[in-house]
């Protein structure tokens, strides 16, 4: 059992993150990154851009991670007992590429109210300052939402470029994170992430997010998974698992997830990004 211990739950309620914690070992990262990258060769393009999104539902390892008993523990301990998957998303930083991520909070733009709700990030691949891993705003989750520009700027892995203005970049915290390790946050607390200049990628897959069953999507429509006790409110479409690597079903179920999604993502803006 891998509930949160009484100094892992103050971290979170100080600083709106928990971080490190152990779920599975470097082969088994190793094992799922070989899954991302055959998908990748199978299928170019399936993982790129808006596709980056809900890979649990074609894929049995990411699928596995998802409904993972450990990190299940962990999120029942933040959330309370009854746990909804609601999505997915790759976050891949290349080598020379120009991918980063602005300084946001993700409860800006996601829909998801109340803020019963976790973002797991689970690391592939080993994560640190030199490969570009996320950075903390150490109790900003306190505060309300914040103003966010749009910037839409390019190498920006976020939607719509949306940044937080006056973040003290030197005194935000890295979440340093080995292949198999994950970490938690809060859906206020302000994070972002610089370049990857590894020679090797960086790949986090996040689930965002593990909400409660007491939460709305009030933006648009979210289907969702039930991982862990009952739903007693049935606010969202159930969909099913994986059986198999790629079955031509989930792939549509995907991408029809991921059109709701762009629906939600850019709900009140005339502008559109690539993811
Ligand atoms: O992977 C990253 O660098 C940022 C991910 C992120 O913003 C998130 O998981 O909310």
């Known amino acids: 059992m891998s ?82 998957v609601c999505g997915t998303t790759l976050f891949i930083k290349n080598p020379n590429e120009k991918g980063f991520v602005s300084y946001h909070q993700d409860a800006k733009y996601i829909g998801l109210e109340p803020h019963n709700w976790v973002t797991a990030w689970v690391a592939i691949t080993d994560s640190n300052e030199k490969n570009g891993c996320m950075r903390m705003w150490s109790g900003s989750h306190k505060d309300n939402l914040k103003e966010h520009d749009q910037k839409f700027n390019e190498g920006n892995l976020l ?16 979440l340093i994170l080995e292949a198999g390790q994950m970490s938690l946050h809060h859906p206020t607390v302000v994070h972002g992430s610089d370049l990857n200049k590894s020679n090797d990628r960086r790949i986090g897959f996040v689930i965002q997010s593990y909400i409660g069953t007491n939460v709305k999507q009030v933006l648009g429509k979210n289907s969702v998974q039930l991982a862990r006790g009952v739903d007693e409110f049935n606010y969202h479409e159930k969909i099913g698992r994986p059986q198999n690597l790629l079955d031509t079903k989930d792939i549509e179920l995907k991408k029809l997830e991921n059109d709701n999604l762009q629906e939600i993502f850019y709900k009140g803006s005339d502008k559109k990004g690539k993811f």
């Open 3 to 84: 509930y949160l211990s009484s100094n892992q739950l103050k971290q979170y309620m100080d600083e709106g993150f928990v971080s490190p914690i152990n779920i599975f070992s470097k082969e088994k990262a190793k094992e799922i990154r070989n899954e991302i990258e055959l998908i990748e060769k199978k299928i170019p393009g399936e993982l790129d851009e808006s596709g980056r999104y809900n890979a649990h539902l074609i894929s049995p390892l990411l699928d596995e991670v998802t409904h993972n008993s450990k990190i299940l523990d962990a999120v029942q301990s933040l959330i309370g007992e009854n746990i909804l």
């Open 159 to 174: 939607t719509r470029g949306q940044t937080v203005k006056n973040v003290p970049k030197q005194e935000t915290t890295p």
